[in-house]
């Protein structure tokens, strides 16, 4: 079926959010990850003093719910689109300026963090678009400290499939197998991921998956 270039541009826009395009993109993800926010969150279940970290921040709702959640803690948040950087950056302002909120552009599978120095990782709306998972996952693996943990949402692909800005060439879509299976990979083993199905809002499947890094000696 033949796919009107207007969604393969929406599709695009999530993947990457820029120009005039990513201006409009930051509100509309603020609407549509409230709840998946809300129960990755729940999933990580954050200390008061935990150091924490969002993959894919967006306009910053993840990083203010983390920071509620931690209330003594700091996080920070990686992201390859500056123009989420900036909505981020003034929707945390005040995060910012008490030097508990740290936010940069870059890529996951360069995390720019010390070896063992994140106690929790979130990840929402965005493992669709790990075009080498093995690579952040490495990362992922590296950053977190022993007994550390990645909270990872994704909408199930039966929801998916029919949205037709989620094409092939810009979102790889995930059933709870497949992402038990994808995050599951070296460094990480299949035990080390939990993958829950969850109902949103008007019923929309949704999938939480909980990856945690063993607590003992390297293996």
Do not use: C
């Amino acid at each position: 079926m033949e796919v009107h270039p207007a969604w393969g541009a929406i599709g695009r826009q999530l993947r990457h959010p820029r120009g005039w395009g990513g201006r409009l993109v930051g509100p509309a993800m603020r609407l549509v990850n409230a709840g998946p926010n809300r129960v990755a969150i729940q999933a990580l279940n954050p200390a008061p003093g935990d150091a924490l970290l969002e993959l894919g921040f967006g306009p910053g709702e993840g990083i203010a719910a983390l920071l509620r959640s931690a209330p003594r803690g700091v996080v920070h948040g990686v992201d390859q689109s500056a123009a989420m950087l900036r909505q981020a950056l003034r929707r945390n302002a005040g995060g910012v300026a008490r030097e508990r909120v740290r936010l940069r552009v870059g890529r996951f599978t360069d995390l720019a963090a010390p070896d063992s120095s994140i106690d929790g990782i979130l990840a929402v709306n965005v493992v669709y678009f790990w075009e080498d998972g093995a690579a952040v996952l490495g990362e992922v693996w590296r950053v977190l400290r022993r007994g550390g943990r990645m909270a990872v949402y994704a909408t199930d692909a039966a929801a998916m499939r029919s949205w037709k800005f989620a094409g092939a060439d810009t979102h790889r879509l995930f059933d709870r197998a497949g992402l038990h299976a994808f995050l599951g990979q070296a460094p990480f083993r299949h035990d080390d991921v939990e993958v829950s199905e969850v109902r949103l809002a008007f019923g929309m499947p949704g999938l939480v998956a909980l990856v945690r890094k063993p607590p003992g000696p390297p293996r």
